[in-house]
T-cell receptor
Framework: AQTVTQSQPEMSVQEAETVTLSCTYD???????LFWYKQPPSRQMILVIR??????QNATENRFSVNFQKAAKSFSLKISDSQLGDAAMYFC?????????????FGKGTKLTVNP | NAGVTQTPKFQVLKTGQSMTLQCAQD?????MSWYRQDPGMGLRLIHY???????DQGEVPNGYNVSRSTTEDFPLRLLSAAPSQTSVYFC????????????FGSGTRLTVV
């Protein structure tokens, strides 16, 4: 079974600075999807960014970008110009593309604090 | 657009009571699922469905039942609540295949005393 590991339970960053959240995953498959979700104190889960494994180019969404290292099975999230509204729990998730599996497997999350 | 609607948002149960968490989506999504979120555990899959009349178990199904009689609704039933079921529950849905992640409801915080 696939597993997703977020090794940093908590991180902090100064406002306007850059922070990187790490995520590694374990899979024997070659084709899959990866996601980052944000959960602010409101509890709502919000999709931040997604990456298709067969695409070499790293995904970007405004101030959010990923560093996807397929061989290393690593999928880190970089937040540039951090804002107070970025404070949240961040979850990394994996989805296999094959075998009819539609399930997302989540990591345990990283709590990001943004200091003014 | 309502998206995924979960009710109630908060609930307190006594041990042994039963209840149903409601989930409805208006996006005609084929896939629906229930997750529970516990501190330090991330989100764990309870049950899921790929269409009306089709359900299957996830990682932590014990103590929960589901049914999918319509595309829109996917209720989660707690048969006999236990303190170990104290958690935040999320309903999530998607088109098939799930290439763009899930749309989540706002969650239900359940406390079993």
């Amino acid at each position: 079974a696939q597993t997703v590991t977020q090794s940093q339970p908590e991180m902090s960053v100064q406002e306007a600075e850059t922070v990187t959240l790490s995520c590694t995953y374990d899979t024997s498959e070659s084709d899959y999807y990866l996601f980052w979700y944000k959960q602010p104190p409101s509890r709502q889960m919000i999709l931040v960014i997604r990456q298709e494994a067969y695409k070499q180019q790293n995904a970007t969404e405004n101030r959010f970008s990923v560093n996807f290292q397929k061989a290393a099975k690593s999928f880190s999230l970089k937040i540039s110009d951090s804002q107070l509204g970025d404070a949240a729990m961040y979850f990394c998730a994996y989805r296999s593309r094959g075998g009819g599996s539609e399930k997302l497997v989540f990591g345990k999350g990283t709590k990001l604090t943004v200091n003014p | 657009n309502a998206g995924v609607t979960q009710t109630p948002k908060f609930q307190v149960l006594k041990t042994g009571q039963s209840m149903t968490l409601q989930c409805a989506q208006d996006m005609n999504h084929e896939y629906m699922s229930w997750y529970r979120q516990d501190p330090g555990m991330g989100l764990r899959l309870i049950h899921y469905s790929v269409g009306a009349g089709i359900t299957d178990q996830g990682e932590v199904p014990n103590g929960y039942n589901v049914s999918r009689s319509t595309t829109e609704d996917f209720p989660l039933r707690l048969l006999s609540a236990a303190p170990s079921q104290t958690s935040v529950y999320f309903c999530a849905s998607s088109y098939l295949p799930v290439n763009y992640g899930y749309t989540f409801g706002s969650g239900t915080r359940l406390t079993v005393v």
